[in-house]
């Protein structure tokens, strides 16, 4: 089992619809956990974190932690084709363990 | 400020030749960070640096791979004896090193490597 599993997709997702990405880690004493999105062609860059004791919400984007089935979920509301993007979770506990992406295509 | 940067944006070179790709961090970022990213694929982590040291060399695929960190800023990875395997795109990422949860890293543009 990976540490951090997502899933590869694609994901498609109508334009004005909620994207919603999810992301499962092993570690239960995960600490922090991060949203990167990477543009094809590109590097990855932040989105936002949370720490294991809140969600958050910036903008159209709101990460949530369900810590008792280890998931980590980020949700965009209003998806616009400028979302289309491979998105990368990242989770700590001593170190960064990086998901392998899920790519999202948002339809117009 | 300036953000990560690194050089060559792009190198291409014959298989054997050895190649040097530069890192330069956000200015006080005490850690900073080496991956690879294939084609397609997701982040292979290969070596972190706090200041000039490497407590975590684990993700090096093998004894072609180096890099070192001086003045604890400017890092370069050094492959030798190239392969056609180690094309892909190389990533470098820095953070402020605190250690704390959200130590958030950012990554520079990267440096894609063809070798032919």
């Known amino acids: 089992q990976k540490e951090v599993e997502q899933n590869s997709g694609p994901l498609s997702v109508p334009e004005g619809a909620i994207a919603s990405l999810n992301c499962t880690y092993s570690?239960?004493?995960?600490?922090?956990f991060f949203w990167y999105r990477q543009y094809s062609g590109k590097s990855p860059e932040l989105i936002m974190f949370i720490y294991s004791n809140g969600d958050k919400e910036d903008g159209r984007f709101t990460a949530q932690l369900n810590k008792a089935s280890q998931y980590v979920s980020l949700l965009i509301r209003d998806s616009q084709p400028s979302d289309s993007a491979t998105y990368l979770c990242?989770?700590?506990?001593?170190?960064?363990?990086w998901g392998a992406g899920t790519k999202l295509i948002i339809k117009p | 400020g300036a953000g990560v940067s690194q050089s060559p944006s792009n190198k291409v070179t014959e298989k054997g030749k050895d190649v040097e790709l530069r890192c330069d961090p956000i200015?006080?970022?005490?850690?900073l960070y080496w991956y690879r990213q294939s084609l397609g694929q997701g982040l292979e982590f290969l070596i972190y640096f706090q200041g000039n040291s490497a407590p975590d060399k684990s993700g090096l695929p093998s004894d072609r791979f180096s890099a070192e960190r001086t003045g604890g800023s400017v890092s370069t990875l050094t492959i030798q004896r190239t392969q056609q395997e180690d094309s892909a795109v190389y990533l470098c990422?820095?953070?402020?090193?605190?250690?704390?949860?959200?130590?958030?890293?950012?990554f520079g543009p990267g440096t894609r490597l063809t070798v032919l």
């Open positions: 200015s006080g970022h005490t850690a």
């Open positions: 570690d239960r004493g995960s600490q922090s």
């Open positions: 990422a820095s953070s402020s090193g605190t250690g704390w949860g959200g130590d958030t890293q950012y």
């Open positions: 990242a989770v700590r506990r001593y170190q960064l363990i």
